[in-house]
């Protein structure tokens, strides 16, 4: 049984896991698409605020692409036995991920100084809920880029194709979340 099992993974050319991951990302594409659907529509019913994103959401754009270029290099790292170069990014990708998530609590406060609050206008209250949101699934990452720097530092380095299947679904998910934020930041731009 086991045997027909792996045949059939060779046969469909994708692992289980790695296709519940990208139902997964289907699933928050199609949630962000609903929020930024919303926006649009309540951005035309009048009432709305217009004002310019402020710099640190593009100064955060920087950082968050830093990262998937660190994680990327440290994936390749990890398959080419380099333990040294392996281990460093994922940190340094940890701690931009962390800067991500500190740079845009600075961001929603420079929103604040402008005068937008969560509940000022509703044009406001979307670019918090959204922005949020997104935050919310950069934390998501960083739990998994944890579990990759306990098994960096804690397990034995070796190229297993269990471990390499974790390291290739958080890159994949730490991909998805920057491309997503792109998308968002070009949305709330072009909207303003």
Known sequence: MEIAVAKEYRRNKIHPKKFALYVACASIVMMFAAFTSAYIVRQSAGNWLEFRMPTLFYVNTLVILLSS???HA???GFKKGNPLLYKGLLVVTLLLGFAFLALQYEAWQ?????GIELTTNPSGSFVYVISGLHAAH???GIGALIIAL???FVLKYQVTEGRKLRFE???TYWHFVDLLWIYLLLFFTLQS
């Open 74 to 76: 440290s994936y390749w």
């Open 69 to 71: 270029v660190t994680l």
């Open 138 to 140: 950069i934390l998501g």
């Open 150 to 152: 306990i098994h960096a």
């Open 110 to 114: 420079s929103l604040v100084a402008i």
């Open 169 to 171: 679904m958080t890159l």
